[in-house]
Each structure stands twice: as structure tokens, then as C-alpha cells.
């Protein structure tokens, strides 16, 4: 969040992940310096927790911006609390994509298809959990499932691959966990469901209940959790099932309609007839419950942000009291 920040007047402290110390930490300071950026208002302090632990910790730190997984985020939240510091912590998510009876299926399925394997659905964006009505269930994953089978998985770097590897060995071994377990535990996987090295085929899961990983976990790969429902209204208590309160997708015939089962999701954000992956600089961006704690960034909402308010009054000469 240095781009918003130091335009505001902030000196900044960026501290990348371990994994992403190049392209998120020395090639950002790069460009910045070339913009012609004053030294001083940029430093890049890479390594693992230690740097970041201090950071949260350190008096001379007014804020902390934090994008990352819910379970760090909790730690920044307390440390940095300790001493009242301004956190803002844009987290996890596993987000519902709800799919209504009047819906356009073959354009429901491409925003499914979309929103799930972007990015190798390392996105906390990403359709976590497909919550379809049971009258179009059978016909959506079918349209799903042969739209897994579309993108070509491997390193981008030896031909045209719309999918690439995931993170590391760790992460892989973590979603085929999930999918594997979430199969043990009744789903059907209808597509996908295998991995060679750090790929991992776009994977659809019917069947997916609320007791099952699939639709307790944020998964971050590119797997598809469908899961059944009679009507708008369990719809809505599914995608409200969860601790994460990021984003929501509804695909529906009747914008009208979409806009009342909005009304009711405890998210930060909704799309109508579209998919979950939006992020537009001009819209406040953020979410609640385990996805965040109401931090907002885009337009005016990062002016708030890295802000803060000061209340000035002035008087052209001082004046007297009654004491």
C-alpha cells in the first residue's frame, strides 16, 4: 500500500514476503527511485517475520499496512495494538459466487471459471465457494467442468500457458489436502483433483456441503467448491456462512433481485452479473470478519487511510473569559 501512502506525504517502510523480496520489494524501490522519488521516503527491509515483528512494535511507526493471510494479520493486529498504533489489514477471503435459477449459465459458468482459476486462484478474491440453486446445479457444473478443461497448465516461461505454478511445494501439498479431504468427506471431484510439481489442474467439486474443508477453508488454488441449495434464501445463509466478509458475486436474470440479496451479505463488496476478481483504483476496496478490519483503500477511502484529521480553529486576535 506504498503507492497510496506516499503521495500523502508518508515516508514509507515496505516490507515484502520472503518469497517475493525482488519483484515486491527491490524492483518497487527501483522504480520509484527512477521516478525521481527524495531519498529517504522508500526504504525496502526485506527478510522474514523479525523485520516485520519490529516494525509492528517500533514507536516510531504511526501505521501499518498489512496484506497477507488471516492468521499474520491477527498477530500484526495485537502487536501493533500494544502500542494504539492505526493498523489496517486487508486479509483472506473465501468468497461466494451465488447463482440464481434466472441466471445465464454459460455466462454464469465463464465469471465461475474466471473467478476460480485466475492467478491459479492465489487471489483473496477468488470464488471460493460456488453457491448454486439446485434447479440449474446439474446444467452449471457441467458448463464448469468443461470449462476446467480449457486452460493449459505449466511454466510460462517454455510456451503459452494460461495457468503457472503455485507458490511453492508447501502450498500445493496444502490445496490437495483440501480437495483430497474434502473428497474423503463425500464431494465428487468432476474435474482436476491432480498436480505434477508445483501445477495443479483447475478443479471442480461437486457436492460440497458446509462441513467440509472446500467450504470452511480459503483454499488460495485453483479449485471450485460447488455447493447445492434450494433457494435464494439458503443461498444467502450459505455465503454468510463463514468468518471471511470480503467479496460476494451474484448471477442472476434480474439486477432488481440481485440487488436485494446484496442487501443481505455481510461483505465488503458485491457484483452483480459478474465475477469476484474486481479491484478498481476509484472503489473502496476492503472487507470485514477474518477478511479484515474494515480498512477501505481506493479513491477517497485511502486519503482516510494514511491520513489523519486535525481540528484547526483560528481567530484573528485572542480573546477573554469569564475566569
Not at 167 to 194: F, M, S
Not at 315 to 320: C, E, H
Amino acid at each position: 500500500m506504498e503507492f497510496p501512502a506516499s503521495p500523502l506525504g508518508n515516508g514509507v517502510v515496505l516490507k515484502p514476503d520472503v518469497q517475493t523480496a525482488i519483484s515486491g520489494g527491490a524492483v518497487i524501490a527501483e522504480l520509484f527511485t527512477s521516478a525521481g522519488l527524495p531519498e529517504g521516503l522508500l526504504h525496502v527491509l526485506a527478510g522474514d517475520a523479525e523485520p516485520g515483528q519490529a516494525l509492528c512494535e517500533s514507536p516510531s511507526i504511526a501505521m501499518v499496512s498489512f496484506t497477507g493471510s488471516t492468521a499474520v494479520g491477527r498477530q500484526v493486529g495485537a502487536t501493533a495494538g500494544r502500542t494504539l498504533k492505526r493498523v489496517s489489514l486487508e486479509l483472506g477471503g473465501n468468497n461466494a459466487l451465488i447463482v440464481l435459477d434466472d441466471a445465464d449459465l454459460d455466462a454464469a459458468s465463464s465469471a465461475g471459471a474466471w473467478g476460480s482459476f485466475l492467478h491459479q486462484g492465489q487471489v483473496c478474491m477468488t470464488a471460493g465457494r460456488h453457491i448454486v440453486l439446485e434447479s440449474v446445479a446439474d446444467q452449471y457444473l457441467d458448463l464448469l467442468a468443461k470449462r476446467a478443461a480449457v486452460p493449459p497448465v505449466g511454466d510460462p516461461n517454455t510456451g503459452d500457458f494460461a495457468l503457472g505454478p503455485l507458490i511453492n511445494a508447501r502450498q500445493i501439498a496444502n490445496v490437495d489436502r483440501i480437495v483430497q479431504g474434502t473428497k474423503a468427506a463425500g464431494a465428487e471431484i468432476r474435474a482436476g483433483g491432480t498436480y505434477e510439481g508445483l501445477f495443479y489442474q483447475p478443479t471442480v467439486l461437486a457436492g460440497v456441503t458446509s462441513d467440509m474443508p472446500a467450504f470452511r477453508e480459503e483454499i488460495f488454488g485453483p479449485v471450485a467448491p460447488v455447493v447445492i441449495v434450494k433457494d435464494e434464501d439458503e443461498a444467502v445463509r450459505s455465503a454468510n456462512d463463514s468468518e471471511y466478509g470480503l467479496v460476494a458475486a451474484i448471477q442472476t436474470g434480474s439486477v432488481e433481485r440481485g440487488e436485494r440479496i446484496a442487501d443481505r451479505l455481510r461483505t465488503g463488496i458485491v457484483h452483480i452479473n459478474d465475477q469476484t476478481l474486481n479491484n478498481d483504483a476509484y472503489a473502496p476496496f476492503g472487507g470485514t470478519g477474518a477478511s479484515g478490519n474494515g480498512a477501505r483503500f481506493g479513491t477517497q477511502s485511502s486519503w482516510d487511510e494514511f491520513t489523519t484529521w486535525q481540528w484547526r480553529t483560528s481567530r484573528p486576535a485572542a480573546q477573554t473569559f469569564p475566569f
